[in-house]
């Protein structure tokens, strides 16, 4: 079993910076495939970004390509996600999930929810000036 929990959340303004951690317990978290998902008030989870295992392949959606990085750091089992010029409709409850079979990271089958295994709590992000 994999616990993944999610830190860095908070209130910005516009235009704003803020960098979310997920960090995870399990010594074979290096072979994982990695995403941040997020879910707005009223609407349904959607895909942010996927790292693979290596960390040498990311996709992102395009809602968020050019502003957010998905990164990773193996030694620390923890995934991140830096967001620069955040907008209004960035607010939502970000969370990361793992997929242990350690998928290759393509735009088919890593945006899906059901890619993934394992799931933190959330981080809550708003934006609001």
């Known amino acids: 079993q994999v616990q993944l929990v999610e830190s860095g959340g908070g209130l910005v303004q516009p235009g704003g910076s803020l960098r979310l951690s997920c960090a995870a317990s399990?010594?074979?978290?290096?072979?994982?495939?990695m995403a941040w998902f997020r879910q707005a008030p009223g609407k349904e989870r959607e895909f942010v970004a996927a790292?693979?295992?290596?960390?040498?392949?990311?996709i992102y959606a395009d809602s968020v390509k050019g502003r957010f990085t998905i990164s990773r750091d193996n030694a620390k089992n923890t995934i991140y996600l830096q967001m620069n010029t955040l907008e209004v409709e960035d607010t939502a409850v970000y969370r990361c999930?793992?997929?242990?079979?350690?998928?290759?990271?393509?735009?088919?089958?890593?945006?899906?929810?059901?890619?993934?295994?394992?799931w933190g709590q959330g981080t809550q992000v708003t934006v609001s000036s």
């Open positions: 999930g793992a997929d242990r079979s350690g998928a290759y990271v393509n735009s088919l089958a890593s945006v899906r929810e059901n890619e993934y295994d394992y």
């Open positions: 399990g010594s074979i978290f290096s072979s994982y495939t």
């Open positions: 790292i693979s295992w290596s960390g040498g392949r990311t």
